[in-house]
């Protein structure tokens, strides 16, 4: 096997020697290790500016990938984080990245208008792709994305990874057992006064919506089932920003969000999000006590303290236990930046993650319906869904 080989042509070369020898009733899980073979994802990741400054320490410590390859349209960005993570192949633009040292999966970090496109290189080029969010620039795209990694057997994965949280995880099985009755409304909000290092955010295709509102969405539909259709309304509260790469800029896209969807059996649930939250905790949300996510049903509620992102614990209080009860107090090893991570364990395993691309694109057309709302003043319903419960 070449060092060169494709992800796909050593997986299929790990699993050929399995089956050959004795090594057939091993777990494909854990046949790298057994066959002395390449047991890591070789990752190529795209976007060396702000969150590559947090993704990059967590794959760096994570076993079974190695990021072999940094792209950045701003070479000196590349150069820099691949000193800082002893990365020596560092490519200017995606062709020359996919051209260049081969690697098994894109980690897409770019502004977010940039993502489609990028993803649809990637696909075409028969790698598998982890894109922060939004994993496409519209839904129709997305889906696209979605249709053309299936014709090129590999695999499409979108940011966030909330779904992967032991706090998520309580609070779907609570509503499982139905220990809250009947399940009535939930409500979620995330907001900070907005970043300052880059003007994407505030662009066309930026918004709040898609950078933190995203977040709420993939918990709320992931808690209560996908939404059959949605009501919003969203607004510019700063009509200009002052950014360190484009200096004063109006602002185009949202950054003030209202979105109210409607789930199956009733249930209605509501996101705010925007870029003019004051929040004592700031961007980081340390320290954050209070509850972001709260679940109302007949027999209970529940509350989410902390972020859905950085998550501390569940409150529970039902008719049998009105007393507040603190539930998993401890994250364990869950990171909001671990998704990259995650889907190359699936990668090799071959075990399906929690998280699911059909889940970030319904929460992509969620995002689509509430600009539509706004523009229209109309309820718009949602064609997509995704495999529900979760957890
Ligand atoms: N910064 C955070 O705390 C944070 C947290 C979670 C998720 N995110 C998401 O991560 C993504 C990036 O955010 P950021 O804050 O790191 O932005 P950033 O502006 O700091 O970094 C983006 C980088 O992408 C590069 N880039 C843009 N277009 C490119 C292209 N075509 N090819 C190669 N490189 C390109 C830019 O030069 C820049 O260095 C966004 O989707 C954002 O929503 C950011």
């Known amino acids: 096997m070449s060092p060169h080989s494709t992800f796909a042509e050593r997986r299929e070369f790990l699993q050929r020697s399995a089956t050959a020898g004795a090594l057939a009733l091993v777990s494909p899980a854990f046949l790298p290790a057994a066959l002395n073979l390449p047991a890591q994802v070789r990752i190529g990741l795209i976007g060396c500016g702000s969150v590559s400054g947090i993704y990059l320490p967590h794959l760096a410590k994570t076993p079974h990938v190695q990021v072999v390859s940094l ?25 020359q990245m996919l051209a260049g040292e081969p690697f098994d999966l894109l980690v897409n970090l770019t502004n977010m208008q940039e993502h489609g496109k990028l993803n649809r290189a990637a696909l075409l080029a028969d790698r598998h792709v982890w894109s922060e969010k939004p994993l496409a620039n519209s839904y129709a795209e997305g889906k696209a994305l979605l249709e ?36 009535a409304a939930a409500h979620a909000h995330y907001g900070h006064t907005g970043p300052l290092w880059s003007a994407f955010f505030y662009e066309e295709l930026g918004g709040s919506l898609p950078d933190l509102g995203v977040y709420n969405l993939a918990t709320l539909t992931g808690l209560l089932g996908p939404a059959k259709s949605v009501m919003a309304m969203t607004s510019i509260i700063t009509a200009q920003r002052t950014v360190d790469d484009k200096g004063t800029i109006d602002v185009q896209a949202e950054d003030n969000a209202m979105v109210l969807m409607e789930h199956n059996n009733g249930t209605l649930s509501h996101v705010q999000c925007g870029f003019n939250y004051f929040d004592p905790f700031g961007h980081e949300g340390e320290g954050q006590e209070r509850p972001t996510i709260s679940v109302w049903g007949s027999h209970g509620a529940m509350h989410l303290i902390g972020y859905d992102w950085a998550p501390q614990a569940v409150e529970l209080s039902t008719i049998a236990h009105p007393v507040p009860k603190r539930l998993v107090t401890d994250a364990q090893s869950y990171v909001w930046e671990q998704g990259a991570a995650v889907v190359s364990r699936s990668l090799l395993s071959n075990e399906e993650p929690t998280i699911s691309v059909q889940h970030a694109l319904h929460v992509l057309e969620v995002i689509e319906a509430a600009r539509q709302s706004q523009k229209t003043g109309q309820r718009v319903a949602l064609e997509s869904t995704f495999t529900w419960p979760m957890v």
Not at 160 to 183: H, K, Y
């Open 71 to 95: 792209c950045d349209i701003k070479p000196e960005r590349a150069e820099k984080r691949g000193q800082e993570f002893n990365v020596s192949a560092r490519y200017p633009n995606i062709e």
């Open 148 to 183: 053309l990694a299936g014709k090129r057997e590999r695999r499409l994965w979108g940011a966030p990874a909330v779904v992967n949280s032991p706090q998520f995880a309580e609070m779907a099985r609570i509503l499982r057992d139905g220990q809250l009755g009947r399940v």
